[in-house]
């Protein structure tokens, strides 16, 4: 990888952290920041440019599965503990890799390269025009050319893309809309995204799509999307 990876390691033990920083150091290409806090930390990771997380799951009044849960899209993690029954919940929720503590420098390499692998496959997807959301406990490549509209749903988003596929994501709609280009997709409402090039009619009120779906527009989007489409 040419570009450094960008990485934050959540950890309530100092020993532990210092440990991830030198090993770090010794593997090159890392930018790393450190938190004992793990509010701090997640805070840090929601405000973008991280790669990957390394996430203690035991610590002082919360654990690494729950701040997992709530990573931005895209973030990659690996799980550092020195507990082994949370294996499984961590795999189920596609973690890259499980070290268990103490982890020698060849493992944490072995967990390094399979984070490499998996930013650089993130990225030649996005230059492709592709966005990669889960689906269950899996990946799932999404061409932008076949997304019609996305819809939010508790916790999750429905993809609807042409062909009559929808998609149901574990991302939420707010994450999707992070990954999607401006200049092709809108929020139309607090519970909509839909593609611009899909649209065939519109008002103040609603918009309509290709497929024949009339959708909703909200009142805080009116007059940004009336802008934007009569540019079109």
């Known amino acids: 990888m040419s570009d450094k990876i960008r990485c934050i ?4 033990e100092p020993l532990a952290l210092e440990i991830i920083k030198k090993f770090c150091e010794r593997a090159g290409d890392i930018e790393l920041q450190t938190y004992s806090d793990p509010e701090a930390g997640l805070a840090a990771i929601r405000e973008g440019g991280v ?3 390394f996430l203690d799951i035991e610590m002082e009044g919360t654990n690494g599965l729950t701040i997992a849960g709530e990573l931005p899209v895209g973030t990659c993690f690996i799980f550092t503990t020195a507990y082994l029954d949370y294996a499984l919940d961590g795999f189920n929720l596609d973690a890259i890799d499980y070290l268990h503590k103490p982890f020698s420098y060849d493992r944490f390499l072995t ?6 692998r998996r930013i650089e496959y993130a990225k030649h997807e996005r230059s492709n025009g592709n966005i990669i959301v889960k689906q269950e406990y899996n990946n799932i490549t999404i ?8 819809e939010a749903m508790e916790g999750y988003s429905k993809i609807f ?3 009559g596929v929808c998609t149901v994501s574990r991302v939420i709609l707010k994450s999707i809309g992070a990954m999607l280009p401006a200049n092709k997709f809108v929020r139309i409402h607090r519970s909509y995204i839909v593609a ?4 065939t009619g519109f008002t103040r009120q609603n918009v309509t799509l ?3 779906v009339t959708l909703p527009v909200g009142r805080q989007y009116s007059a940004v999307i009336t802008q934007l489409l009569n540019k079109q």
């Open 143 to 150: 061409p932008l050319n076949d997304i019609i509209y996305v």
């Open 210 to 212: 290709e497929s024949g």
């Open 51 to 53: 790669d990957l997380a």
């Open 111 to 116: 967990a390094l390269g399979k984070a490499r």
């Open 161 to 163: 893309r042409t062909g």
């Open 196 to 199: 611009v090039d899909k649209i």
């Open 9 to 12: 390691a959540i950890d309530d």
